[in-house]
Structures are given as structure tokens and as C-alpha cells.
């Protein structure tokens, strides 16, 4: 359950000492080293987060985590999320997409905007503030709060913009976003993006540092399930037919499925993509892309996304839905039938998860045909998994999959054809599949679990405590 004492999330400490059968004890006892040190000289200063939701997309999936070790270690993290009205989330989600290069729901980012964020931030400064104190170092996560960096200076603290968004090149959009969010941000103490091409070039590279997501094996959505388990997982939330096997009971809410036919059979390969319902995803481009140009005849596809009233700060989920539900529709009828369109229920973290988890591990291939990515964590979960991934290539999804190594990807994210032959070629060829679902794991177990994300922060924030 997501725990929140008003606005503060409450993170339980996780022993990093879990990790050690996969990283090894070497790399395991350095960060339990490096945390006891940052404790030393952090004193009674604190590190606090601050975003803008709990629960829903990828930084509150990392939070969790990397704050749980983090306080394992011993180290004082705390969480706090702002609160928005509707219209301000509008204005923070146009900036979102514009700073992947899009001009999302079409709205101004003028004067009026620019008025409204900043009367809802004032709104937060003092619940945010409230809870910083001079010296402390404050992780300011994406657009949303970035407006808060200047009061969070005021009072003390140092602060580092943490931005998880990004576009490889620049257009009108990306310009109209970064012009809204540079006065905010640009006075922060350092600047933390997934990949340098994503820092515009008004950020003093002397405070930039790139530093990339990570994934936790232990979470709910990552940790080993049996075959029976995620068959019992997918049975019981109604997305595969159950088979026979007893539906597992952790599971008490299940998905919304929008199909034409019955559950997925669970002997045919599946093809996924999972995403929250954003554009920049292109569930819509998937559909199209398997519909018209995979040929396997016995693959189906499952789009899986939360709940459309899941993300509070994701007003634009209910249009994408409905774009696609209606795009599903106008298909012919026996691709119709092979075409499933998933929302999970986000009410319980850990029971989304876990389905989440399932389903990745079902699948036989699993996709990210995003437009633009910051990193694309589901592509890590996907790795780890040891599934093979068809991706675009595309932002952080290129530090992530090596064509021909690590999975498959597609130069162009607008090639449906493109994306449709790699997708049958995997579906052709099980023994390439696994090769490449082995050395995906591996690739994330070296580079993206989260005691290297938590060293790289962790000598972020002793330098910044070091400058004084
Ligand atoms: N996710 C989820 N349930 C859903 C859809 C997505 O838990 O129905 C998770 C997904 O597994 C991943 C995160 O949300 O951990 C999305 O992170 P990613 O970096 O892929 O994209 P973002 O949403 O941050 O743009």
C-alpha cells in the first residue's frame, strides 16, 4: 500500500544485503561502505525527494526502492509529494511532452500557465518547505515541482534538479518547454539528467551530472515468479485463460480487458507492450504496426497500461485510452481477436505489480515502440526478465539495447514495417529470442540495478555537501 503521512511518502528500509547473490558481496559491501560514510557526513542533515506522485510511472517505481536501501544503509532519505489541481497537472504534463519533443494536448504554455504552476507551487512551498532544513540536500524529480528549487535554496538547502525526461535532437517544442522550465531550474545546485544529448545547452556542464535509472530485482515488479505462478498471476487478473490452474489469490482485482473473443490462450506468443497511456508511448502505433504487418498467425498482442484514473499527474491517459479502444475497433475482425487491450488497477502497488510482473515474464516478446524515452524502465524490467525486447531507438532505449545483442531495435519508431519484421523475426526464431533475452539480463545486472545508481548519487551528494 502506498503509506503517506499527509504528504510525505513513508519508504520501508530494504537490506541491501539482498542483493549480494546477484551483484556479488564485493559490490554489495561498497555500497553499504559509501552509505555509512554519506551518513558521517551528512550528520543531522537529511536528503529529500520531492514529486509529484507516490504511485504510477517510472520515478515513483525507482523512489521506492533506492529509498528503501538507502535508509537500509542507514542513511536519512525522506520522500514528499506535491499536490496539484487538475489544471495544473494539464500545464506540467504539456511540459512533459514538450520536453520529449511533442506538442501534446496542443494548450499555451504563456503567461496564464505559467501563472497557474506558480500559484499552485506557492500553494506546496510551505508543506515542501516545511519539512527541508537549511543544509539539507533536496532531489528536485522533473518539471512538476521544479518551481519549488528557488524556495528550497532560500531556506538553506542545496539543491539538485533531477530531470528523468529528454529528447535526443530539439524542436519547437522541446524550445517552448525548456524556455518555461530554465528559470526555475537554472539556479540549482547540480543537475542530474539519464544522458547528456537531454541537457539543453543553457546547463553549466560543470554541475551536470549523468546519471541513469535502475531497476531493483527484488521489487514486486521484478522479483522471480514460477511458470505456474505467473500463469496463476494472469489467470486470476483475467488476461490469459486460466487453463485449469488455480487462480492466484494475491491477485484481487482484476485487469479491464477489452477483447473480442476469450483470454489470451496461454500457449500462443504473446507480444507486450507496457506503458502508462501517453502518446509519446504509441500503444496506437503498436496496434497498427502488429495488425498490419506481423504475419505469425497464432501471435496476439497485449497493450497493458494502468488504469486510466490511476496517475494523478497523467490527465491525458483517458484520451489515449479512448484512442486506442477506437482504433481497436475499427480493426477486421480476426486481428480484432488476437489484439488484447489491458488496464491494471493501481489502487494496490504491489497487487499492480505483481500482474505487471507476470505479464512481462509471459511474454514472448516484449515491445517499447515510444516516439521518445527518457530511459524506458520497462525495457530494463523487460531484460531482466530475459525477454527479448523490440525497441525503438530512441533516448535512453540505445544505452539500454545493443541491435543485435541485447534485443532488437528499430531505427525509425514511425516504421511500422520495420517493426512488424523484427517482431516476426523473433517470433520465427526462439533460439535468436533467447540468445538475446540471456545477455539482456546480464547487460542489467551490470549497468542498471540500483546500488550503482545509489553510488552515483551518493558521490553527487558528498560533493555538494564538500563544497559547504
Ligand atoms: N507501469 C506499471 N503499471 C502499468 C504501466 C506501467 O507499473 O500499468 C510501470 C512500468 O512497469 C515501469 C513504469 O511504470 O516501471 C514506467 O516507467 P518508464 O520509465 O518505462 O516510463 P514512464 O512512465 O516513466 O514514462
Known amino acids: 500500500?502506498?503509506?503517506?503521512?499527509?504528504?510525505?511518502?513513508?519508504v520501508p528500509p530494504l537490506d541491501p544485503r539482498r542483493l549480494e547473490p546477484i551483484v556479488g558481496g564485493d559490490r554489495v559491501e561498497e555500497l553499504v561502505a559509501r552509505g555509512a560514510e554519506l551518513q558521517a557526513h551528512l550528520g543531522a542533515r537529511r536528503i529529500v525527494n520531492v514529486n509529484s506522485t507516490a504511485a504510477g510511472g517510472g520515478v515513483a517505481e525507482m523512489l521506492w526502492t533506492l529509498l528503501g536501501y538507502a535508509r537500509g544503509v542507514?542513511?536519512?532519505?525522506d520522500w514528499v509529494v506535491l499536490t496539484g489541481d487538475p489544471e495544473f497537472f494539464a500545464?506540467?504534463?504539456?511540459?512533459?511532452?514538450?520536453?520529449?519533443?511533442?506538442?501534446?494536448?496542443?494548450?499555451?504554455?504563456?503567461?496564464?500557465?505559467?501563472?497557474?504552476?506558480?500559484r499552485a507551487l506557492a500553494a506546496n512551498v510551505g508543506a515542501v518547505c516545511g519539512r527541508v532544513r537549511s543544509g539539507d540536500v533536496v532531489l528536485?524529480?522533473?518539471?512538476?515541482?521544479?518551481?519549488?528549487?528557488?524556495?528550497?535554496?532560500e531556506r538553506g538547502a542545496r539543491v539538485v534538479w533531477r530531470c528523468h525526461v529528454g529528447y535526443d535532437g530539439g524542436n519547437e517544442w522541446t524550445e517552448r518547454a525548456w524556455e518555461f522550465v530554465r528559470p526555475y531550474v537554472e539556479s540549482a545546485d547540480a543537475f542530474v539528467f539519464s544522458r547528456e544529448a537531454f541537457a539543453p545547452s543553457w546547463v553549466d556542464r560543470a554541475r551536470l551530472r549523468v546519471i541513469p535509472p535502475s531497476i531493483d530485482p527484488f521489487a514486486p515488479k521484478n522479483q522471480d515468479l514460477t511458470p505456474f505462478e505467473v500463469l496463476a498471476v494472469l489467470g486470476a487478473a483475467g488476461i490469459v485463460a486460466p487453463?485449469?490452474?488455480?487462480?492466484?489469490?494475491?491477485?484481487?482485482?482484476?485487469?479491464?480487458?477489452?477483447?473480442?473473443?476469450?483470454?489470451?490462450?496461454?500457449?500462443?506468443?504473446?507480444?507486450?507492450?507496457?506503458?502508462?497511456?501517453?502518446?509519446?508511448k504509441d500503444m496506437g502505433g503498436v496496434l497498427a504496426g502488429f495488425a498490419r504487418h506481423v504475419e505469425a498467425p497464432d501471435a496476439h498482442l497485449a497493450l497493458v497500461g494502468p488504469a486510466v484514473s490511476g496517475v494523478t499527474d497523467d490527465p491525458e491517459g483517458e484520451q489515449i485510452w479512448s484512442e486506442t479502444v477506437a482504433a481497436w475497433s475499427a480493426l477486421a475482425p480476426g486481428t480484432r481477436r488476437r489484439i488484447h487491450?489491458?488496464?491494471?488497477?493501481?489502487?494496490?502497488?504491489?497487487?499492480n505489480a505483481l500482474v505487471i510482473n507476470a505479464v512481462q515474464r509471459h511474454a514472448a516478446i516484449v515491445v517499447q515502440k515510444s516516439l521518445a524515452e527518457g530511459f524506458g524502465l520497462t525495457v530494463a524490467e523487460a531484460m531482466w526478465k530475459t525477454r527479448p525486447v523490440v525497441a525503438s531507438a530512441v533516448g535512453g532505449i540505445v544505452d539500454q539495447v545493443v541491435d543485435g545483442q541485447t534485443g532488437l531495435l528499430v531505427d525509425d519508431p514511425l516504421d511500422l514495417e520495420s517493426f512488424g519484421a523484427a517482431l516476426d523475426r523473433l517470433l520465427h526464431d526462439p533460439v535468436e529470442a533467447e540468445r538475446l533475452g540471456r545477455n539482456?539480463?546480464?547487460?542489467?545486472?551490470?549497468?542498471?540495478?540500483g546500488d550503482r545508481h545509489l553510488l552515483e548519487y551518493a558521490a553527487l551528494i558528498a560533493e555538494l555537501l564538500a563544497r559547504g
Do not use: C
Not at 74 to 77: E, P, R
Not at 440 to 449: G, M, Q, S
Open 341 to 351: 487491450l489491458v488496464t491494471v488497477p493501481m489502487d494496490d502497488p504491489v497487487e
Open 140 to 153: 528536485v524529480h522533473d518539471p512538476q515541482p521544479a518551481g519549488l528549487i528557488a524556495p528550497l535554496r
Open 91 to 118: 500545464v506540467t504534463k504539456r511540459i512533459h511532452n514538450g520536453l520529449y519533443g511533442s506538442p501534446g494536448d496542443g494548450g499555451e504554455l504563456d503567461d496564464a500557465e505559467r501563472a497557474h504552476y506558480e
Open 243 to 280: 487453463d485449469g490452474i488455480h487462480p492466484d489469490p494475491r491477485v484481487r482485482s482484476p485487469a479491464q480487458v477489452v477483447r473480442d473473443g476469450p483470454a489470451v490462450d496461454p500457449r500462443a506468443p504473446l507480444v507486450v507492450q507496457v506503458s502508462r497511456w501517453d502518446r509519446i
Open 440 to 449: 539482456a539480463r546480464t547487460h542489467v545486472e551490470r549497468r542498471f540495478l
Open 1 to 10: 500500500m502506498v503509506a503517506t503521512l499527509g504528504n510525505t511518502v513513508e
Open 74 to 77: 542507514g542513511v536519512a532519505a
